[in-house]
């Protein structure tokens, strides 16, 4: 069982940068794939990055590839989400996600409560 918690969401101008981090309990966070998901108002949830349980394989969606970076730290489990050239379109909740295959996320195992991302234009 997982716990994830997420932090660093904000409102920022478009051009800007933020990085979300997602803290998780538990003793085998290493064992888990991890990534985010977001949502915006009256639409529905999209995928937008997934990192594999050693960090070696990632995949972004094709809105974000080039401008969003995931990353891990097994050691402080704890998943980030470098966010750059923000635009208003990546205005949503985003959320963190773990999933016990350990490969990639998909309906996702364990879910965080969300941390709002506000790009004004």
């Known amino acids: 069982q997982v716990q994830l918690v997420e932090s660093g969401g904000g409102l920022v101008q478009a051009g800007g940068s933020l990085r979300l981090s997602c803290a998780a309990s538990?003793?085998?966070?290493?064992?888990?794939?991890m990534g985010w998901f977001r949502q915006a108002p009256g639409k529905e949830r999209e995928f937008v990055a997934t990192?594999?349980?050693?960090?070696?394989?990632?995949d972004y969606a094709h809105s974000v590839k080039g401008r969003f970076t995931i990353s891990r730290d097994n050691a402080k489990n704890t998943v980030y989400l470098q966010m750059n050239s923000l635009k208003p379109e990546d205005t949503a909740v985003y959320y963190c996600?773990?999933?016990?295959?350990?490969?990639?996320?998909?309906?996702?195992?364990?879910w965080g409560q969300g941390t709002q991302v506000t790009v004004s234009s």
């Open positions: 990192i594999s349980s050693g960090g070696a394989s990632t």
């Open positions: 996600v773990a999933d016990r295959s350990g490969i990639v996320v998909r309906a996702g195992d364990y």
């Open positions: 538990g003793r085998t966070f290493s064992r888990y794939a």
